[in-house]
């Protein structure tokens, strides 16, 4: 890469906002969360070759894993992020115009706009910049978890740390079961760690501004479970810090078979 692009990836990884981390030449994103150094106690399974649909991919790290180190054949993420500095998540319209605003201050086009033109970018489009910094042949689609109908059938479906974010969970999951052939993988922020030898579906309303539901993996394993997955087991749980808020965040990762 020659040194006038190199400068414009430096200003866009350490100016622009991100949600995940990435590296490139020794320059990090300032990503609100490294999932770089705990990657392997995901425990993903042997996903070589597959073709795999990435559902609320954002920044699309996992989109560069499955391609660039996991030898997926073909992935495709998808995203309700419109990259203009509109709200690109649930909320109510009471919560809306709040968020507007904090969203406008995260838009960092205006701010770099001669940076994402050097390296013949036209939107601060995160998944694009790092497809083509990487060189990795990615796909990227505007959409909605809640309809995928005009997706194609993937080998494997993938949604991390989306359905928290979800009013209605249980459509998102659906919408995953109709566009897998073979394994579907959940990733869900979870505050239930303790509670889950209760053995209970639990699910708390935790407001609507961001979030929406708390969920515990029993909660999701009945969810898959309802729309028709027929094998599903935790594969993973983990703590991951969000660097902005400096606290750390418990996980738990489902795999679900058709």
């Known amino acids: 890469m020659d040194p006038i692009k190199l400068d414009a990836v430096k200003n866009i990884f350490e100016k622009g906002e991100w949600y995940h981390t990435f590296e490139y030449k020794n320059i990090k994103t300032n990503g609100t969360f490294d999932f770089n150094p705990i ?82 970018l036209d939107s601060p ?8 910094i990487f060189n990795l042949n990615l796909d990227f689609k505007f959409g909605s978890v809640y309809d995928l109908s005009n997706f194609s059938n993937y080998d494997v479906t993938f949604c991390g740390s989306l359905l928290e974010h979800l009013r209605d969970p249980i459509s998102a999951i659906e919408q995953l079961y109709f566009k897998t052939d ?41 969810m898959m479970k309802s729309v028709g997955f027929k094998s599903i087991e935790i594969i993973s749980k983990y703590k991951i810090k969000n660097l902005k808020h400096k606290n750390f965040q418990n996980h738990f990762v489902v795999l679900g078979k058709k």
């Open 39 to 120: 990657i392997s106690k995901l425990n993903f399974p042997n996903l070589s070759g597959k073709n795999i649909l990435d559902v609320g991919c954002s920044d699309g790290f996992f989109s560069f894993y499955f391609k660039k180190y996991l030898n997926a054949k073909n992935v495709l993420g998808v995203d309700a992020n419109k990259y203009d500095g509109s709200v690109n998540f649930e909320v109510l319209d009471s919560f809306r115009e709040n968020q507007k605003e904090k969203h406008a201050l995260h838009f960092d086009y205006e701010n770099l706009i001669d940076d994402y033109r050097k390296l013949e």
């Open 182 to 222: 073979e394994i579907c993988i959940i990733d869900v922020s979870n505050p239930f760690t303790k509670l889950n030898f209760l053995n209970q579906p639990l699910i708390k309303y935790s407001g609507a501004s961001g979030h929406f539901y708390r969920l515990s993996e029993n909660a999701v394993t009945v």
């Open 125 to 132: 489009n995160k998944f694009n910049l790092i497809n083509k």
